[in-house]
Antibody, heavy 118, light 106 residues
Framework: EVQLLESGGGLVQPGGSLRLSCAAS????????MSWVRQAPGEGLDWVSS????????YYADSVKGRFTISRDNSKNTLSLQVNSLRAEDTAVYYC???????????WGQGTLVIVSS | EIVMTQSPATLSVSPGERATLSCRAS??????LAWYQQKPGQAPRLLIYGASTRATGIPARFSGSGSGTEFTLTISSLQSEDFALYYCQQYYNWYTFGQGTKLEIK
């Protein structure tokens, strides 16, 4: 059974940083691209970042480019998102999602909530 | 950026009836379209990909159609567990989602 378990969210002041993690199990992690997708309270889904199966190709939405860094450790089946220079508009539930064929998200974690507020 | 527009925002349908949800892309996405279901407090669940292929374990009452810029998700004979939020997503040019359609009990 595929499982994705996020952690690392919390309350942070504007301009602050967090490191989000996603522990994956139930599939061969190193064979699949992975992504982060976020959802602001009461809002829709918003793609944030993706990374290739090998980890050498990261991709970012324009809204987070230069502030967020995606990475993965295939030896530990872990996906990470370093989020810096946080803004109020970054407040959201951040979901870790498995990409199938680098096209659509076939499995999602339960999410971790990031609140940016002073 | 390809903008995805879903309609209606809210759809009220009685159990047992058919629901038809629409999704329009600002540019052609060919058949690179997926549908997701999201219930309150839960993560999204993949329903349909390739515009019309059901994901693993998705009941046959869910069907998708369309290509280019116009897409439809149809749920025949609505069950109580089908009342939820539904999102479309294009993957022709990166990834963008529609704003969602809330399917509520009439």
């Amino acid at each position: 059974e595929v499982q994705l378990l996020e952690s690392g969210g919390g309350l942070v002041q504007p301009g602050g940083s967090l490191r989000l993690s996603c522990a994956a199990s139930g599939f061969t992690f190193s064979n699949y691209a992975m992504s982060w997708v976020r959802q602001a309270p009461g809002e829709g889904l918003d793609w944030v970042s993706s990374i290739s199966d090998s980890g050498d190709r990261p991709y970012y939405a324009d809204s987070v480019k230069g502030r967020f860094t995606i990475s993965r450790d295939n030896s530990k089946n872990t996906l990470s998102l370093q989020v810096n220079s946080l803004r109020a508009e970054d407040t959201a539930v951040y979901y870790c999602a498995k990409l199938l064929r680098s096209e659509f998200f076939d499995y999602w974690g339960q999410g971790t909530l990031v609140i940016v507020s002073s | 950026e390809i903008v995805m527009t879903q309609s209606p925002a809210t759809l009220s349908v009685s159990p047992g009836e058919r629901a038809t949800l629409s999704c329009r892309a600002s540019h052609s996405v060919s058949s690179n379209l997926a549908w997701y279901q999201q219930k309150p407090g839960q993560a999204p669940r993949l329903l349909i990909y390739g515009a019309s292929t059901r994901a693993t374990g998705i009941p046959a009452r869910f069907s998708g159609s369309g290509s280019g810029t116009e897409f439809t998700l149809t749920i025949s004979s609505l069950q109580s567990e089908d009342f939820a939020l539904y999102y479309c997503q294009q993957y022709y040019n990166w990834y963008t989602f529609g704003q969602g359609t809330k399917l509520e009990i009439k």
